[in-house]
């Protein structure tokens, strides 16, 4: 097995960059989900009700500049120097301090969404962390999410219009496992970096918004199909959720190999 493809979300809900290389961090992936777009009293903003997030790209440049486009709104540069004022910040019931201060950012934003909204970057450490008391960015739930390229086919045979990996958002993605065989693994070591399976990654209706064109499916899909078959006590699942348990670096092309398997996530 191999790492076939690598993402990161450098603003949360925005547009993937597919990237060839990667730096391991315990919080996740160098530069992901280290933006977050909030209402001004804290609370998150993501695609699942704001479509238009997946269209919006974000890419980092040169030290700490950073650069926002979107079709239709141009686009921009801000530097992370700029937010060093403290804000609240809330992601799901995860309440935590981050950093705001870019007026033109919130003003780009708030245009794009037809709301006032202001963006806040993660700061070079994070100030939150989850229950196993490891750093964690402005992701969900889990430094990392990892699927495999067969369970996607799997899905897309049952599928009238097959999705791309990108509706699922993934961090890593492996080729050479069977269709949901990384549901049993414990740890799997990826390049030099070796990871722990922490819980299957449930899904919601954001998976059936359009990564290319921000529109939902009228069906639901993919999410209407998953329901069918891979509801699991904890929710409909499709990929797992992993903590780092040492830095480095991942690349394109890195051998994939389970340490452990065969867990029980009851």
């Known amino acids: ?28 992936l160098l530069h992901d989900r280290v933006w977050l777009l909030v209402r001004p009293d804290g609370s998150q903003i993501t695609a699942r009700t704001h479509h238009r997030l ?21 686009e921009f540069i801000t530097r992370s120097r700029q937010f060093a004022a403290p804000h609240r910040a809330q992601v799901w019931k995860s309440e935590f301090t981050a950093w705001q201060g870019d007026a033109a950012a919130d003003a780009w934003f708030s245009a794009y969404l037809g709301e006032p909204v202001q963006l806040l970057w993660l700061g070079s450490s994070t100030r939150r962390f989850k229950d196993t008391a490891l750093p964690l960015s402005f992701a969900d739930g889990a430094p990392f999410l990892l699927i495999g390229e067969a369970s996607l086919d799997d899905l897309n045979q049952r599928l009238a219009a097959p999705v791309s990996m990108r509706h699922f958002r993934p961090n890593l993605v492996v080729k050479g496992a069977f269709p949901f065989e990384e549901d049993e693994w414990q740890r799997v070591r990826i390049g030099e970096v070796e990871f722990e399976v922490v819980s299957r990654c449930t899904r919601c209706i954001f998976t059936t918004i ?18 069918g078959y891979r509801r699991m006590p904890e929710g409909v699942c499709f990929g797992v959720n992993l903590l780092a348990r040492n830095s480095g670096r991942l690349q394109l092309g890195d051998a994939v190999e389970v ?6 996530f009851d």
């Open 54 to 74: 997946v269209l919006v790209e974000a890419q980092h440049l040169l030290d700490d500049s950073w650069q926002f486009r979107a079709p239709g709104a141009g």
């Open 259 to 264: 340490l452990a398997g065969e867990v029980a």
């Open 1 to 28: 097995m191999e790492l076939s493809q690598l993402y990161l979300h450098p603003l949360k809900s925005c547009h993937g960059i597919a990237v060839p290389q990667a730096e391991v961090t315990p919080q996740g």
């Open 210 to 227: 359009d990564p290319q064109t921000a529109q939902p499916h009228e069906e639901k899909q993919p999410l209407a199909t998953l329901m």
